[in-house]
Every structure is written in C-alpha cells, then in structure tokens.
C-alpha cells in the first residue's frame, strides 16, 4: 500500500515549535516524501518535500530518516493560521507522480 | 497569476445530467490530475494524466470521464450524474514527482 501512517490529529501551542511524525516503511529508491496542508474550505497546498537528506523552506523543515522509512515536518513556530490537516505522502516517481492521499493530521494551535 | 485554475465553482445538478469541469494551468507543467473530497474525508485521485496525450485511471474513477486537451488543459465529464457524486472536486498539475505540486481551488459539485 502507498499510503503513510500519520495520527489523526495533534495539538500545539502558539509560538511553539510542532513535530508532525509520518511513517512510509514500504517507501521505495525513487519514492519523493512530500507534504501538503489544507486549511478549511481551501484545495491543498505544497509545504515541502524530499528525496533523502533533510530540507528547509521558508515555511517549514522536513527531517528524513536515515532509512526513509519515516520523516518529520516540523514547524518552528506555530501560528494560529498553521491550523490545518497536513498530509504526508509518498510520491513514486516512476507511477505518473500521482499524489495518494491518507488522512492527514489535523492540527489544531491554541493561543 | 500563475496557478490552477478551475471552472465553475459551484455547480448543483439533477440527477442524470451531464457536465464538464475544466482546469487549466499556466505553469507548462507535465503531470495533471482529478481529485474527490468528500466531507470530513482524505482526496481520492479520479484519473491523472502523467504527459500530453496520456491518461489513467486512479483510485475511484467509475462514473468519470477525461480529456487531455493539451498541455494545459485537463477536463472531468461526468456522463449522468449521480448524488454519490457530490463532492468537492481539485484540480493538481506538477512538474514532476521531483517539484511540489499545484492544486485548483475547487469545484463544489451538488447532485440532487
């Protein structure tokens, strides 16, 4: 199965930092890990993605495992706006790129 | 502005009826694809289009049809509509695998 474990929501505190975890054990060589957010009433958006050595954007870092067997997006500091269902899926690369999606993890910021 | 864009936004339809929705992007991108969003559920992928010319099926493609009418342009049909088929429709398109992708803002489609 392509999908990822992810829980189903999370709760943070404004200004604080937040680890959204992701499993993908049966992540292939050519699989990218990418990650979207959707707030509500809106179409998803792009937050960040790898391949295997960890990355930073102006909106977020991704921590990949050694193994690629599972990564992390992290948001450095939380803002009430971060409120949202964040998705981590495995893209394989090799299969027309076709984003599969899971759940998701809510996540909700208290002031 | 560069982006996805998707027509109409809201549509209601009778049941049996048929329409297209269109999606267009400006970004030369390769890769196109149709998404469902059912309320309080994950997007299940209808069909998708890795190149020009090419298309595929996805996870729930049964009731759907597509047309890749050229690089930009990627149309969903739904021949006779069916309630099942309400829903909340996006529109993607990417580079590749390797680039983030770009989602539509969607089409809120009510069969009554």
């Known amino acids: 199965d392509a999908k990822t474990t992810q829980p189903n929501s999370m709760e943070s505190n404004e200004e604080e930092p937040v680890h959204l975890p992701c499993n993908h054990s049966?992540?292939?060589?050519?699989?990218?890990i990418h990650w979207y957010r959707q707030l509500p009433s809106q179409g998803p958006e792009y937050v960040i993605h790898?391949?295997?050595s960890n990355v930073n954007n102006r909106m977020a870092s991704l921590a990949i495992a050694e193994d690629r067997k599972s990564s992390t997006l992290i948001l450095h500091r939380a803002t009430l706006r971060d409120a949202a269902v964040y998705y981590c899926?495995?893209?394989?690369?090799?299969?027309?790129?076709?984003?599969?999606f899971g759940q998701g993890t809510e996540l909700s910021v208290k002031p | 502005n560069a982006g996805v864009t998707q027509t109409p936004k809201f549509q209601v339809l009778k049941t049996g009826q048929s329409m297209t929705l269109q999606c267009a992007q400006d970004m030369n991108h390769n890769s196109m694809y149709w998404y469902r969003q059912d309320p309080g559920m994950g997007l299940r992928l209808i069909y998708y289009s890795a190149s020009e010319g090419t298309t595929d099926k996805g996870e729930v493609p049964n009731g759907y049809n597509v047309s890749r009418l050229n690089k930009r342009e990627f149309s969903l049909r739904l021949e006779s509509a069916a309630p099942s088929q309400t829903s909340v429709y996006f529109c993607?398109?990417?580079?590749?695998?390797?680039?983030?992708?770009?989602f539509g803002s969607g089409t809120r489609l009510t069969v009554v």
């Open positions: 993607a398109s990417s580079k590749t695998a390797s680039y983030g992708y770009t």
């Open positions: 049966t992540i292939s060589g050519t699989d990218y």
């Open positions: 899926i495995r893209v394989q690369y090799n299969q027309g790129g076709k984003l599969i």
């Open positions: 790898g391949l295997t």
